[in-house]
């Protein structure tokens, strides 16, 4: 069964220094993405970044990367030089198969707090 | 272009009560889910929709119903609400095709039970 752990309830890190979230996952399906979502104070879900099962490298979007350890099967937000904007809750999620997959579940979240 | 659009944004129930939230989306996209959130976790899969005219429990599927009506609509029914119940429900459609498949969220809809 597919599940997704996020162990970290809340993360402190001083603006403009880098700061790592944790994700770890489980499933049996080879096929599979990961995602990472970012929610604000105000509510709304912004998808942030993806990573698939079969990509060789780890995925990068503007400040955002995932370091991706396929065999200890976590997928690691990385966030360089925090600004005050990204205090938010940071969920990852996961869905199983390929073009015929879509139940894709969610981890409890990880509250970030970026200090001036 | 409105994405996911969502109705209503708030409803208060009492215990016993039944209703339909909405949910519509303009992008084309052939999959779509609801999700609860309750205070301070993460969202949870009730039921989710493939392609159009096929549904499929999630996580959490217990005391709800739902309906795919056509491509854009994909609405939720709860129809003996309880306490249990009262949390905020996120509607999400994304892409039934290869690569990245992100979904894309409505504002949610604030439900509380008494």
């Known amino acids: 069964a597919q599940k997704i752990t996020q162990t970290q309830p809340g993360m402190f890190v001083q603006e403009k220094e880098a700061v790592t979230l944790d994700c770890t996952y489980d499933?049996?399906?080879?096929?599979?993405?990961l995602f990472w979502y970012k929610q604000p104070s105000s509510g709304e879900m912004i998808f942030l970044i993806y990573?698939?099962?079969?990509?060789?490298q780890n995925a990068t979007e503007g400040r955002y990367s995932l370091n991706f350890q396929k065999a200890r099967k976590s997928a690691n937000l990385v966030i360089s030089a925090s600004q005050l904007g990204d205090s938010a809750m940071y969920f990852c999620?996961?869905?199983?198969?390929?073009?015929?997959?879509?139940?894709?579940?969610f981890g409890a979240g990880t509250r970030l707090f970026v200090k001036a | 272009n409105a994405g996911v659009t969502q109705t209503p944004k708030f409803q208060v129930l009492k215990t016993g009560q039944s209703m339909t939230l909405q949910c519509a989306q303009d992008m084309n996209h052939n999959s779509m889910y609801w999700y609860r959130q309750d205070p301070g976790m993460g969202l949870r899969l009730i039921y989710y929709s493939a392609s159009e005219g096929t549904t499929d429990k999630g996580e959490v599927p217990n005391g709800y119903n739902v309906s795919r009506l056509n491509k854009r609509e994909f609405s939720l029914r709860l129809e003996s609400a309880a306490p249990s119940q009262t949390s905020v429900y996120f509607c999400?459609?994304?892409?039934?095709?290869?690569?990245?498949?992100?979904?894309?969220f409505g504002p949610g809809t604030r439900l509380t039970v008494t």
């Open positions: 990573q698939g099962s079969y990509d060789q």
């Open positions: 499933t049996s399906d080879p096929s599979y993405g």
């Open positions: 999400a459609s994304s892409e039934a095709r290869t690569g990245v498949r992100e979904q894309y």
């Open positions: 999620a996961m869905r199983e198969g390929g073009t015929g997959g879509f139940k894709t579940i």
